[in-house]
């Protein structure tokens, strides 16, 4: 039966692409979509200034600019096409720039020094999250007084409903960014803490989780072991110990939220029936912790027990969009990261295939006019795709020659280093040999490691929505947010919101630009 599909898989391909080759010998085929592009690019001559009431990024953990395009071939050869003329949702937005995503320590950076520059406006230390980069990695006697604080709350503090949305735990590094101040990433829980930062009244992410910003109007992803005390069994994996809780200050955080939300419409859910269930007019606060750890892989997850991020995200906006004033989401496919570093390139693009799924899926219940989306990623990854393949040629498949070096196949999906990287008999394995399209699959690396590395490139920034045109050339990673808390007037420099029109009127800032600059004319 698996035979049978993949050949009616293969035919339906050959199909689609004799049809596309057809068409792409006439001309009038390339000359007509250039031109239907052209017009589109005319018609964003004109701005959109308006103010921003909802905003939403997505972020996509290690999905560097040769993920994104892996991504979309693949999207579309799940999809019977060949896949390169694909569309992602990502792909629409009408607005590209590139971010800069060095930690201030880091020439190759890290996801935490990363998020608290694409979420609190400064750039900080790898391993560090929500402190400046005054603060050193594991010494809790730096955190003091070097905090620095997130969109999320600026958003919150303007009287938006928030949420964190993400495939990892919900204290991982990217979410733990909107709410923590820890000078050390991995302090998940305070079983993962030195004594002596216990001791000089550091706290653990999980608990700031619920502290920091205490009414986080939806909060989904995994992490339920950090919640509980030590040794108490998991509600999904009883006879499991590893997923035990870990706690040890006895402290049940998620029974204290459920406590402190009862009278709140407040709901706490751990699978997939529970969250669907729900009916959002009747939820004004969420916690859904659905794994012990990080979630599974999209291509292991148990469809009947554990929800998508689509899923996630279409229940968050209908709940975070009651608000009047509107909303701030953190999305975060944090996945596609853990596939790569584990070399698992078909895990880590179909981990991206499904952000973008959700990226339509907010597209669907939100507008351009009032609600600013960007797409993003926190760094890349030694990850590429080459080998001059034909086109259509299957996104996880061999390249079209042998290697004139050793004689033997390889497959178009390479990683610069990573576990991949396999000797048989001293010489590199011959890859005809193997199921190199199984899911788990680790494809080959140049250099021998037990976890593939992050990649220092730059990454693409896609912004659709009001004021979006903002975010164009090339940036520091650390102006995202001020871009963001400028187009929805919060946070600072709200001084241009004073227009009656419901634009953001840029002329007070302009012209504070202009004024400034000519004082320091006069003062060099």
Same mark, same amino acid.
């Given at each position: 039966?698996?035979?049978?599909?993949?050949?009616?898989?293969?035919?339906?391909?050959?199909?689609?692409?004799?049809?596309?080759?057809?068409? %792409?010998?006439?001309?009038?085929?390339?000359?007509?979509?250039? &031109?239907?592009?052209?017009?589109?690019?005319?018609?964003?001559?004109?701005? *959109?200034?308006?103010?921003?009431?909802?905003?939403?990024?997505?972020?996509?953990?290690?999905?560097?600019?040769?993920?994104?395009?892996?991504?979309?071939?693949?999207?579309? &050869?799940?999809?019977?096409?060949?896949?390169? !003329?694909?569309?992602?949702?990502?792909?629409?937005?009408?607005?590209?720039?590139?971010?800069?995503?060095?930690?201030?320590?880091?020439?190759?950076?890290?996801?935490?020094?990363?998020?608290?520059?694409?979420?609190?406006?400064?750039?900080?230390?790898?391993?560090?999250?929500?402190?400046?980069?005054?603060?050193?990695?594991?010494?809790? *006697?730096?955190?003091?007084?070097?905090?620095?604080?997130?969109?999320? #709350?600026?958003?919150?503090?303007?009287?938006?409903?928030?949420?964190?949305?993400?495939?990892?735990?919900?204290?991982?590094?990217?979410?733990?960014?909107?709410? =923590?101040?820890?000078?050390?990433? /991995?302090?998940?829980?305070?079983?993962?803490?030195?004594?002596?930062?216990?001791?000089?009244?550091?706290?653990?992410? =999980?608990?700031?989780?619920?502290?920091?910003?205490?009414?986080?109007?939806?909060?989904?992803?995994?992490?339920?072991?950090?919640?509980?005390?030590? *040794?108490?069994?998991?509600? %999904?994996?009883?006879?499991?110990?590893?997923?035990?809780?870990?706690?040890?200050?006895?402290?049940?955080?998620?029974?204290?939220?459920? /406590?402190?939300?009862?009278?709140?419409?407040?709901?706490?859910?751990?699978?997939?029936?529970?969250?669907?269930?729900?009916?959002?007019?009747?939820?004004?606060?969420?916690?859904?912790?659905?794994?012990?750890?990080?979630?599974?892989?999209?291509?292991?997850?148990?469809?009947?027990?554990?929800?998508?991020?689509?899923?996630?995200? !279409?229940?968050?906006?209908?709940?975070?969009?009651?608000?009047?004033?509107?909303?701030?989401?953190?999305?975060?496919?944090?996945?596609?990261?853990?596939?790569?570093?584990?070399?698992?390139?078909? &895990? @880590?693009?179909?981990?991206?295939? %499904?952000?973008? #799924?959700?990226?339509?899926?907010?597209?669907?219940?939100?507008?351009? +006019?009032?609600?600013?989306?960007?797409?993003?990623?926190?760094?890349?990854?030694?990850?590429?795709?080459?080998?001059?393949?034909?086109?259509? *040629?299957?996104?996880?498949?061999?390249?079209?020659?042998?290697?004139?070096?050793?004689?033997?196949?390889?497959?178009?999906?390479?990683?610069?280093?990573?576990?991949?990287?396999?000797?048989?008999?001293?010489?590199?394995?011959?890859?005809?040999?193997?199921?190199?399209?199984?899911?788990?699959?680790?494809? &080959?690396?140049?250099?021998?490691?037990?976890?593939?590395?992050?990649?220092? %490139?730059?990454?693409?920034?896609?912004?659709?929505?009001?004021? @979006?045109?903002?975010?164009?050339?090339?940036?520091?990673?650390?102006?995202?947010? +001020?871009?963001?808390?400028?187009?929805?007037?919060?946070?600072?420099?709200?001084?241009?919101?004073?227009?009656?029109?419901?634009?953001?009127?840029?002329?007070?800032?302009?012209?504070?630009?202009?004024?400034?600059?000519?004082?320091?004319?006069?003062?060099?």
């Amino acid at each position: 039966q698996l035979l049978l599909f993949k050949l009616q898989l293969l035919t339906t391909l050959i199909i689609c692409l004799l049809r596309h080759t057809e068409k %792409e010998k006439d001309p009038k085929y390339w000359n007509a979509g250039a &031109q239907q592009t052209l017009r589109t690019a005319l018609t964003l001559q004109t701005l *959109n200034t308006n103010k921003a009431k909802n905003l939403i990024l997505f972020l996509g953990d290690g999905m560097g600019i040769p993920t994104v395009t892996a991504a979309r071939i693949l999207k579309g &050869q799940l999809n019977g096409q060949s896949g390169e !003329e694909t569309q992602l949702e990502m792909d629409k937005f009408p607005f590209v720039s590139l971010a800069k995503t060095y930690n201030t320590n880091a020439q190759v950076p890290d996801s935490a020094g990363t998020a608290t520059a694409y979420l609190c406006g400064v750039k900080a230390n790898e391993g560090t999250v929500g402190v400046s980069a005054a603060a050193v990695r594991s010494q809790c *006697n730096t955190t003091e007084g070097n905090e620095v604080t997130s969109i999320l #709350r600026w958003a919150k503090d303007a009287g938006k409903s928030v949420g964190i949305v993400t495939t990892t735990r919900v204290n991982h590094a990217t979410p733990s960014a909107s709410y =923590a101040h820890s000078v050390d990433r /991995d302090w998940y829980s305070d079983n993962e803490m030195p004594a002596e930062a216990l001791q000089a009244g550091c706290k653990d992410i =999980a608990r700031q989780l619920f502290e920091n910003i205490p009414n986080i109007d939806v909060i989904m992803g995994g992490g339920r072991k950090y919640m509980f005390p030590k *040794n108490t069994s998991d509600v %999904e994996y009883p006879s499991v110990a590893k997923h035990s809780g870990t706690r040890k200050d006895e402290r049940n955080l998620v029974q204290e939220w459920i /406590d402190r939300m009862k009278d709140k419409k407040g709901h706490y859910v751990w699978n997939k029936k529970q969250l669907l269930s729900l009916n959002p007019n009747n939820v004004d606060y969420l916690l859904g912790l659905f794994e012990p750890g990080d979630l599974t892989y999209d291509l292991e997850r148990n469809t009947e027990t554990d929800p998508s991020l689509t899923e996630m995200v !279409e229940v968050a906006i209908k709940i975070l969009r009651k608000n009047p004033s509107g909303f701030y989401l953190l999305v975060e496919g944090g996945r596609i990261d853990h596939g790569h570093h584990e070399g698992k390139a078909k &895990q @880590a693009l179909y981990e991206a295939v %499904e952000m973008d #799924r959700a990226i339509g899926r907010a597209d669907l219940m939100t507008s351009i +006019h009032d609600t600013m989306t960007i797409v993003t990623a926190d760094h890349s990854h030694m990850f590429n795709f080459g080998g001059y393949t034909a086109r259509g *040629n299957t996104i996880f498949g061999l390249a079209p020659m042998l290697s004139d070096v050793d004689q033997k196949p390889f497959t178009s999906i390479l990683y610069g280093n990573g576990p991949g990287y396999k000797l048989v008999n001293g010489v590199r394995e011959n890859v005809s040999t193997i199921d190199y399209e199984e899911n788990n699959y680790q494809a &080959q690396a140049a250099v021998p490691l037990s976890m593939e590395t992050h990649g220092g %490139e730059d990454v693409a920034v896609f912004a659709k929505g009001p004021l @979006a045109h903002l975010l164009h050339g090339v940036h520091e990673q650390n102006y995202i947010p +001020h871009v963001m808390a400028y187009a929805a007037c919060i946070g600072q420099n709200r001084e241009h919101c004073m227009s009656r029109s419901g634009t953001a009127d840029l002329r007070p800032v302009l012209s504070g630009i202009v004024a400034l600059l000519t004082v320091t004319r006069l003062l060099c």
